[in-house]
């Protein structure tokens, strides 16, 4: 089992419609979770961090998380052709030396279609 | 990236030639992480370095070796590079808990 899925996509959605990104991880301990934008031939960007159980809200982005199902989502509402990439989940892992690493998923690759 | 400098952004090497990457940051963190990124196979860790003196093994770090030169600095190198080595490599930096700070990357083709 890898210790971060997401699914792979793409992941197609129409003009202001809300995507819904999907993150499972498999370390109970974990404690933060960050989710990341990553257009093509750039480098990932931090959209979103959470910690707690629930949701948070930032503009047009809420990151969800359920430690005891041990899932982490995403949603995109009003979707626009701009939040077109790849999508990556991120989770902390405390097992590692001091205050742990990163953790990343596969990445969910999203396409708003005009 | 304001904050996280990798150079060079794009290199051309021959299969055995040696280089190193270099990455600096000026965001005074602790921690600080090489990556490569392959099409279908997401981010590899390399090798990290959670403080100054320290290195320690990712996930894929045969082939290459870091050097933690002081708290702002951390260079990756491939001694002998082989063509499975052509990637695009992620230089990260990151405060405790907090969430990694990218920076550009370095586009790497071996021949």
């Known amino acids: 089992q890898k210790e971060v899925e997401q699914n792979s996509g793409p992941l197609s959605v129409p003009e202001g419609a809300i995507a819904s990104l999907n993150c499972t991880y498999s370390?109970?301990?974990?404690?933060?979770f960050f989710w990341y934008r990553q257009y093509s031939g750039k480098s990932p960007e931090l959209i979103m961090s959470i910690y707690s159980n629930g949701d948070k809200e930032d503009g047009r982005f809420t990151a969800q998380l359920n430690k005891a199902s041990q899932y982490v989502s995403l949603l995109i509402r009003d979707s626009q052709p701009s939040d077109s990439a790849t999508y990556l989940c991120a989770v902390n892992s405390p097992r590692y030396n001091q205050g742990g690493k990163l953790i990343f998923g596969q990445g969910t690759e999203l396409s708003v279609k005009p | 990236n304001a904050g996280v400098t990798q150079t060079p952004k794009f290199q051309v090497l021959k299969t055995g030639q040696s280089m190193t990457l270099q990455c600096a940051q000026d965001?005074?963190?602790?921690?600080m992480y090489w990556y490569r990124q392959d099409p279908g196979m997401g981010l590899r860790l390399i090798y990290y370095?959670?403080?100054?003196?320290?290195?320690d093994k990712g996930e894929v770090p045969n082939g290459y070796n870091v050097s933690r030169l002081n708290k702002r600095e951390f260079s990756l190198r491939l001694e002998s590079a082989a063509p499975s080595q052509t990637s695009v490599y992620f230089c990260?930096?990151?405060?405790?808990?907090?969430?990694?700070?990218f920076g550009d990357g370095t586009r790497l083709s071996i021949l």
């Open positions: 990260a930096t990151r405060r405790g808990a907090q969430p990694q700070h």
């Open positions: 965001m005074n963190h602790n921690s």
């Open positions: 370390d109970r301990v974990s404690q933060s």
């Open positions: 370095s959670a403080s100054e003196g320290t290195t």
